[in-house]
Structures are given as C-alpha cells and as structure tokens.
C-alpha cells in the first residue's frame, strides 16, 4: 500500500512538473490516491489529498458538478472518521445543499448524504436535529422502493422510535454511496468510487 501510494505520489509530481499539466490526469490521481488512503484507514491522509481534489475539482468542474459534490461528502467523511465533527457538518450540509439542487432530494446520493449527516448529529446527541433527518431518510426510500416495485399506492413510514431504529430503517435500502458508519466507527463502509462518477474522472 505505501508502494502504491507512493507511485500515484510520484506520478502527482510528475503532472504537476508540466508546462500545462493535464488536468483529467491530476484528477484520476487525486482520486485514486485519496480512495487507497481512505480504504486503509488513514483518514488524516486522505483528508490532505480530498481537499487537493475538491480544490482542483471546484476550479476544473465548478462547485456544483456532481464530482465535486462526491468529493466534498468523502471530504466530510474522513473528517467525520477523525472527530472532527465541525468542518465535518459543515461539508455535509453544503454537499446535501448541493446535491438537492443538482440531483433532486430523492437520489440515492442525496439520502446518503443526508444519512451521514444525521448520524453526525446523532452522535453528538443532537436529537432533535437527527430524528427529522432519518424520518426524512426512511420515508424518501419508502417511496422509492414502492415505485420501483410498481405500487400505485404511496404511503409513508411511521417514524422511528428511536436513534438506533432511524438509523437502521435508513440504512436498510441505502444508495450507492457509503454514508457515515452508524456507531461512529472510523471503517470503510464502502469505496470512495462508489458513487457515478462522469467520464473525466472514472479510472
């Protein structure tokens, strides 16, 4: 692993080294360093190359991209995995902000953001924020599940009754992207790839 991460280093400098370094390639880089760092738990690593990358996103792509909005969640996620639930919060909320807008309240994406979000404040003890979070969560899925299986009826769920509920209810039909690890947990819940990515980022 420090082999590798030191290749896709040296690869960086090289880029970087350019006249006219190549843009897409710095950002392929990026990602898949931050992505190796972040699978093997050093969130302190991973934190320094995603603000790199949410950096070289927000100039290339704009702060509105769909990329960049997948970088800022996996930013406030090694954040979130440290402790540091400030910065962490505020990431999340801009990438839910963002994802709303650009995707739609709905999407997977946007719930797994939210979801993080939510267990962020919950393990603060923040309940009266968390609780309308993950009944939002539950009832978003709720619906998305009876479209995809063809159900005229809507209906929504009954809240859960608790912390530990809302936040298995939410997770039970989670979208592609990891949220934040319910317990608190600094584990890797899934790859920092998983979320569509757009041509001039996919590896």
């Given at each position: 692993?420090?082999?590798?991460?030191?290749?896709?280093?040296?690869?960086?400098?090289?880029?970087?080294?350019?006249?006219?370094?190549?843009?897409?390639?710095?950002?392929?880089?990026?990602?898949?360093?931050?992505?190796?760092?972040?699978?093997?738990?050093?969130?302190?690593?991973?934190?320094?190359?995603?603000?790199?990358?949410?950096?070289?996103?927000?100039?290339?792509?704009?702060?509105?991209?769909?990329d960049t909005l997948h970088c800022m969640h996996q930013l406030a996620y090694a954040l979130d995995s440290?402790?540091?639930?400030?910065?962490?919060?505020?990431?999340?909320?801009?990438?839910?902000?963002?994802?709303?807008?650009?995707?739609?309240?709905?999407?997977?994406?946007?719930?797994?953001?939210?979801?993080?979000?939510?267990?962020?404040?919950?393990?603060?003890?923040?309940?009266?924020?968390?609780?309308?979070?993950?009944?939002?969560?539950?009832?978003?899925?709720?619906?998305?599940?009876?479209?995809?299986?063809?159900?005229?009826?809507?209906?929504?769920?009954?809240?859960?009754?608790?912390?530990?509920?809302?936040?298995?209810?939410?997770?039970?039909?989670?979208?592609?992207?990891?949220?934040?690890?319910?317990?608190?947990?600094?584990?890797?819940?899934?790859?920092?790839?998983?979320?569509?990515?757009?041509?001039?980022?996919?590896?």
């Open positions: 692993v420090k082999e590798a991460a030191g290749l896709y280093r040296q690869a960086l400098q090289l880029h970087n080294a350019r006249d006219q370094p190549d843009r897409t390639e710095v950002l392929k880089i990026l990602r898949r360093l931050g992505k190796l760092l972040h699978d093997q738990g050093d969130f302190s690593g991973a934190e320094t190359v995603l603000r790199l990358l949410l950096q070289h996103c927000e100039d290339t792509l704009g702060g509105q991209h769909r440290q402790d540091k639930f400030l910065p962490a919060e505020e990431l999340y909320r801009r990438a839910l902000k963002g994802r709303e807008e650009e995707l739609g309240e709905d999407h997977p994406d946007t719930l797994a953001t939210l979801q993080s979000l939510a267990c962020l404040l919950s393990s603060q003890d923040k309940l009266n924020e968390a609780d309308p979070i993950f009944n939002r969560v539950v009832r978003a899925r709720v619906v998305v599940s009876r479209e995809e299986n063809g159900c005229a009826e809507s209906s929504t769920a009954p809240p859960p009754s608790g912390r530990a509920e809302g936040a298995a209810q939410a997770t039970a039909a989670q979208g592609e992207e990891f949220p934040r690890p319910i317990n608190g947990a600094a584990a890797v819940e899934a790859s920092a790839d998983s979320s569509p990515q757009t041509p001039p980022l996919a590896p």
